[in-house]
């Protein structure tokens, strides 16, 4: 990982990123997107959801904020702090209001603020603001080579890489982001099969990141 002034600057270069207009989102709905991610932790909503048999046990429901409409909003907090119990059948019915595309950068977004604010979280300092929205207009570019893999969305045909940056390849720029992220905060050799830089070892450093993953129920 970089040292923490080197962590400083890029934070500054990843938030501008998300602000800028991405795949299919506007600068002003993404960054409205990562307020939502940081709103849905504090959510009453959220809570009795979470304590609820089924997150439909709960009739409430998300409003827009003037940016994002209701399906929107509704989605970024269901992925942001219950995305354990999702189900296909509900990803289906956001999806035929959304697009697959949005759909999928908005997981994406998400996704990055989680990897912002937890390292910020962990290091014990104050969550980077959600910098103002940068104008302009989505790429609206669809790439080719992605299809029916058997996921929620379409995906890269040709597989390369891990799946879990793959999920994210109908939406190439917020793909980067988040991958780029990652690079940054998980480590920068992580290919790299023997570290010896570094306090934890290789195989160390996997056990923890699994077993904090199995804590958090994640699927991959």
Not at 113 to 141: F, K, N, Q, S, W
């Amino acid at each position: 990982m970089p040292p923490p002034t080197e962590i400083d600057t890029r934070h500054r270069a990843a938030w501008q990123r998300l602000a800028s207009p991405g795949d299919w989102l506007t600068g002003q709905q993404r960054t409205a997107v990562a307020h939502q991610a940081r709103v849905a932790r504090s959510c009453d909503v959220c809570a009795r959801r979470a304590e609820a048999l089924t997150p439909s046990a709960i009739d409430d429901a998300h409003a827009g904020d003037g940016v994002l409409g209701a399906t929107y909003v509704d989605t970024v907090h269901r992925v942001a702090v219950d995305a354990t119990r999702l189900t296909k059948q509900w990803a289906v019915r956001v999806i035929a209001d959304m697009g697959e595309e949005r759909y999928a950068e908005v997981v994406g977004i998400v996704a990055s603020v989680a990897m912002l604010d937890m390292y910020r979280t962990a290091m014990g300092e104050p969550l980077d603001p959600v910098p103002a929205p940068i104008g302009g207009e989505p790429r609206h570019d669809r790439p080719s080579g992605v299809g029916d893999v058997g996921a929620w969305v379409s995906q890269a045909i040709e597989k390369r890489g891990a799946n879990v940056s793959r999920a994210l390849s109908l939406v190439p720029a917020t793909q980067e982001l988040f991958v780029t992220i990652e690079s940054w905060q998980y480590s920068e050799s992580f290919k790299d099969l023997v570290w010896s830089d570094r306090a934890l070892t290789r195989p160390q450093t996997e056990l923890v990141a699994a077993t904090v993953a199995a804590v958090n129920e994640c699927f991959y």
